[in-house]
């Protein structure tokens, strides 16, 4: 009995000395993991001590090891809806150095023949050099961030449906794009991103209907971009650049997207400049203001093919007039976040007029075809004032109105509907 009763003592006693034990470990690794997160937060305040309101903005204090990147553009044509998809991945090497994948591209593609932009899908794989990175490292700033100037080299692979030659066949193109990038990009806000550059190279042909070609190109990626990151933004040091207690009552402003494109192929040049103008007039200290907006994308071609001489005019003016009403603008001015500015959420109604006009010279042939379309237009968008001279706006609409289309007879007369997509980050004046 006694024995059985030694037994039992030496049991508990171990289990209390097994548990003591396992608790003074969970203490110490607990003391460890504070002193740790302890040190990486003392860290991360005193850098971002050191950051400017906007390179905090552009996430310069976080250690972005990897990015996935989404971009999405539409462009109503009249006859036709132009636009890209794209999905991308980055990921971080070494310091300076990472690896750009495009997953997925669809969109539209020149080709060489004249003014024939037609869809098709991409994919394409990029080593990529920020060659600023040891000044970022000596300024003791993070340096894996995937932000800022960069040199690349990559390949991809590229398929063109639908090519109509000269004998009216429809046959699929395939090439296999060598390419050197200069270019920049930036994060922002954690969500958004900014990619532009210079872009040029040799499209190899993969099918035996057209030739390889050298290509020069600018390119403009803004869109989503998503990550883990370890810290929240502090409002009060992102209100110089958002900011917070502006009143502004009048913007004049032109978007940055998409405003210049020049392509080269053997035989062939291609490009547009879409140059544009928008002024918004708030109306007093009410949420609603007036918004008026003009562009236009002018669009030359010239190309010879073998003994076939052919260039291409084509001129895409817009213009929009609308009334907009900031629906949640109170909303963020009690919670600190805007003015009372033009810095909100809108809903928008007003007229829209869109054309396009072309005339196509193919040797001794001339070709027009002109589309006119006037409509009203509903739509909704998100517009923010960044830093003194910087915006960004997204916005979606529906119209509804009557089309004119003329190629070469009567002029045709119909009533339609378009979605109107729209993506800027541009210059305020």
């Not at 995937?146 to 699929?172: M, Q």
Request: charged share 20%; net charge positive.
């Amino acid at each position: 009995m006694k024995n059985n009763k030694r037994r039992t003592m030496k049991l508990y006693t171990s289990m209390v000395l097994l548990s003591l034990a396992a608790l003074f470990i969970s203490m110490a690794g607990n003391a460890q993991t504070d002193s740790l997160n302890y040190s990486a937060e003392t860290r991360h305040d005193s850098l971002v001590a050191y950051l400017t309101p906007m390179e905090y903005a552009f996430m310069m204090h976080e250690e972005t090891n990897w990015l996935l990147k989404g971009t999405f553009s539409a462009s109503p044509d009249l006859g036709r809806v132009a636009g890209s998809l794209k999905l991308s991945l980055e990921k971080n090497l070494i310091k300076g150095f990472s690896l750009n994948a495009v997953l997925f591209n669809a969109a539209t593609y020149s080709t060489g023949e004249c003014l024939a932009d037609n869809s098709g899908i991409e994919f394409s794989l990029e080593s990529r050099w920020y060659y600023k990175n040891q000044k970022e490292l000596r300024k003791n700033k993070p340096t894996a961030n995937l932000s800022g100037s960069y040199i690349a080299l990559g390949i991809g692979y590229r398929k063109v449906a639908g090519v109509l030659d000269y004998e009216f066949n429809t046959s699929d193109l395939e090439f296999m794009p060598l390419f050197a990038k200069w270019g920049f990009q930036r994060r922002f806000l954690k969500r958004g991103f900014l990619d532009v550059g210079l872009m040029a190279g040799w499209n190899k042909s993969l099918s035996g209907s057209t030739e390889s070609s050298l290509f020069f190109n600018t390119y403009v990626d803004a869109g989503l971009a998503f990550t883990k990151d370890r810290y929240k933004l502090d409002l009060d040091k992102l209100c110089p650049v958002m900011r917070c207690h502006a009143e502004d009552r009048f913007l004049l402003k032109t978007n940055l997207v998409n405003i210049i494109n020049l392509s080269y192929f053997n035989g062939s040049l291609i490009g547009f400049i879409a140059p544009n103008i928008e002024a918004e007039f708030k109306l007093g200290k009410s949420p609603f203001s007036i918004n008026t907006k003009l562009s236009s994308k002018f669009q030359y071609s010239k190309s010879i093919q073998s003994d076939v001489k052919e260039n291409t005019n084509r001129i895409e003016p817009q213009m929009t007039i609308d009334g907009r009403y900031y629906y949640n603008l109170r909303r963020r001015m009690l919670m600190g976040k805007s003015g009372n500015g033009l810095s909100a959420n809108y809903i928008s109604l007003g007229v829209m007029y869109r054309g396009i006009y072309m005339n196509r010279n193919y040797d001794i042939s001339n070709y027009k075809h002109d589309i006119s379309f006037v409509g009203i237009k509903l739509g909704y968008g998100i517009q923010r004032m960044i830093s003194d001279h910087l915006y960004l706006n997204i916005n979606l609409g529906i119209a509804y109105g009557i089309q004119h289309s003329y190629r070469g007879g009567p002029v045709m007369k119909e009533q339609r509907g378009i979605i109107d997509f729209g993506f800027g980050i541009g210059y305020r004046f």
